[in-house]
């Protein structure tokens, strides 16, 4: 069992910036694929944001910055000029070797 705990969503007004993180309680250097997926208020799925290898969403790409730090096994969420658009629920995914794991999810409000 892997536990991930995710951190840093809040309030921001439209054009800030938040980053966030997720921190594994297994070695994330073994890792299939970890990222990032989000819930909108009052949509019924999540949305894939980001993940490691690269890979972004059309609507992120260019704002978010995705990395990771082995050391810590903590993967980051570096989220620049947000948009109200981006208000969301944000949950930290890991797939080890086809085991997928969620965090709890950290919310993040966009609004002036």
């Known amino acids: 069992q892997v536990q991930l705990v995710e951190s840093g969503g809040g309030l921001v007004q439209p054009g800030g910036s938040l980053r966030l993180s997720c921190a594994a309680s297994?070695?994330?250097?073994?890792?299939?694929?970890m990222g990032w997926y989000r819930q909108a208020p009052g949509m019924q799925q999540r949305e894939f944001v980001a993940?490691?290898?690269?890979a972004y969403a059309n609507r992120v790409e260019g704002r978010f910055t995705i990395s990771r730090d082995n050391a810590n096994n903590t993967v980051y969420l570096q989220m620049n000029a947000l948009e109200p658009e981006d208000t969301a629920v944000y949950y930290c995914?890991?797939?080890?070797?086809?085991?997928?794991?969620w965090g709890q999810g950290t919310q993040v409000t966009v609004s002036s």
């Open positions: 297994r070695s994330i250097e073994s890792v299939s694929a």
């Open positions: 995914c890991a797939d080890y070797s086809g085991d997928l794991y």
């Open positions: 993940q490691i290898p690269t």
